[in-house]
């Protein structure tokens, strides 16, 4: 048996120890990009053989959680895809102010930069006040990031640039206050979202959302996994509703596709018929 084939046996035997144990199930995860990440954690814990990873998982639970940690992707930055954003104002923005109250679920918000974004262009189009929003992710130490709100100030004059090519209608340091090497966001952005660990893979339905955000999330998906959350994820939308997803992100052979329309194709802004 190659070394190769061997690798997937003892991911196997992983991932079942993994969910008969902590009931996180990432089978259904793209199988080479898994592979990678499990072979570099391997080398963060000092061990051999994926197999090795099966006893230390199990029994050390700080372990699992820079497992969780490593498996999690926590790839983000405040005004990701400017280009997204301005659609988002332009064309979504316009939709939500139709409803008295406006419900928005931010799926798989890793540290929450994009959630914060959001939060700004709510803030700037007079519809924060009428929102409330749940940002969620599996992973508790990305979690905590997030509801903390406080990012390295290196990030900034980036942050800065994303800001403005999205549409942004002041400076985003007017946002938040620097702290030594830190930028703290104001409070005023946090106190519409409710944090909370929600897992795509296995949980359910998140209640009847006007709007849906779940990008950059379903490319570390096989197709069956991608097919199950985009169900969970068009089932949490009311009627109308609309879900938006990564642009290197699709449909295409996704049965859910019957029940949407698409509103912005090029952003991957689709909305629910009914």
């Known amino acids: 048996m190659s070394t190769d084939s061997k690798d997937v046996l003892e991911l196997s035997l992983l991932l079942d120890a993994i969910e008969r144990h902590y009931g996180y199930d990432f089978h259904n ?36 959680s820079l497992f969780v940690k490593q498996l999690s992707v926590p790839v983000t930055e405040m005004f990701r895809d400017p280009d997204f954003f301005q659609v988002l104002r332009t064309q979504v923005i316009p939709v939500l102010k139709t409803y008295p109250f406006i419900k928005i679920w931010h799926a798989g918000c890793a540290t929450g930069e994009e959630v914060y974004s959001m939060v700004i262009v709510l803030e700037e189009e007079g519809l924060l006040d009428r929102c409330q929003i749940y940002a969620t992710d599996f992973n508790d130490q990305a979690l905590s990031i997030a509801r903390k709100g406080i990012y390295s100030s290196k990030q900034l004059e980036r942050y800065e640039g994303n800001y403005r090519q999205s549409g942004g209608q002041t400076q985003l340091s007017d946002y938040g ?82 029940r949407l329309e698409s509103l912005d194709l090029c952003q991957r802004i689709y909305r629910k018929k009914e």
């Open 29 to 64: 995860y793209a199988r080479a990009s898994l592979l990678r990440r499990v072979r570099k954690f391997l080398g963060q814990v000092n061990r051999s053989y994926i197999s090795d990873l099966i006893s230390l998982l199990l029994y050390d639970e700080n372990s699992f």
């Open 177 to 258: 206050y620097q702290m030594y090497d830190s930028f703290k966001l104001n409070d005023r952005l946090s106190k519409k979202i409710t944090f909370a660990n929600h897992n795509l893979v296995t949980d359910g339905v998140f209640g009847e959302m006007n709007l849906v955000l779940c990008r950059n999330v379903l490319i570390y998906f096989n197709q069956i996994l991608q097919e199950r959350v985009l169900g969970t994820l068009v089932d949490s939308l009311c009627p109308f509703g609309i879900l938006c997803i990564g642009k290197r992100e699709n449909l295409r052979f996704c049965k859910v596709a019957e």
